[in-house]
């Protein structure tokens, strides 16, 4: 083999390549990664919410979450799903009475951040009361 054919066969496997490359993109929400002389940001927890108000026991509801620079993600009480890190999710829960979630975030920093809230359960059995309203003159 020539040495030109070489050149030849060298370069245009160094031009696919790049040419490959190019074409790999990161999809929208999911992480960059960063060069090791960045220096890492501190965690954000921008969303935490539920996807309903308040609910029935033995009704569903789910948790969402939008976190930047997090590298642990922990929800208390335990969610089956929440363990893995993402940028954003939700996560299905199924409280059998009103609970209190907690929502931690631990960055590559050290830093944590941390939001809760409160998911309301009504109990279908407890009939609600009939709101009356009296008039006094």
């Given at each position: 083999?020539?040495?030109?054919?070489i050149?030849?066969?060298?370069?245009?496997?160094?031009?696919?390549?790049?040419?490959?490359l190019?074409?790999?993109r990161?999809?929208a929400?999911?992480?960059?990664?960063?060069?090791l002389s960045?220096?890492?940001?501190?965690?954000?927890?921008?969303?935490?919410?539920a996807?309903?108000?308040?609910?029935?026991?033995g009704?569903k509801?789910?948790?969402?979450y939008?976190?930047?620079?997090a590298?642990?993600?922990?929800?208390?009480?335990?969610v089956?799903?929440?363990?893995s890190?993402s940028?954003?999710?939700?996560?299905?829960?199924?409280p059998?009475?009103?609970?209190?979630?907690t929502?931690?975030?631990?960055?590559?920093?050290?830093?944590?951040?941390?939001?809760?809230?409160?998911?309301?359960?009504?109990?279908?059995?407890?009939?609600?009361?009939?709101?009356?309203?009296?008039m006094?003159?």
């Amino acid at each position: 083999m020539s040495a030109s054919l070489i050149r030849l066969t060298m370069g245009t496997l160094s031009l696919v390549v790049l040419v490959g490359l190019s074409l790999l993109r990161v999809p929208a929400g999911q992480v960059r990664l960063r060069p090791l002389s960045a220096q890492p940001q501190p965690v954000r927890i921008l969303r935490f919410y539920a996807t309903i108000g308040a609910l029935m026991a033995g009704d569903k509801a789910q948790l969402c979450y939008n976190v930047e620079n997090a590298r642990v993600i922990k929800i208390s009480p335990a969610v089956e799903t929440a363990s893995s890190v993402s940028p954003g999710r939700c996560v299905e829960v199924h409280p059998d009475h009103t609970t209190h979630y907690t929502l931690q975030a631990e960055g590559f920093d050290g830093s944590t951040a941390v939001r809760s809230l409160t998911l309301p359960v009504q109990d279908p059995a407890v009939p609600k009361l009939p709101v009356h309203i009296a008039m006094v003159w």
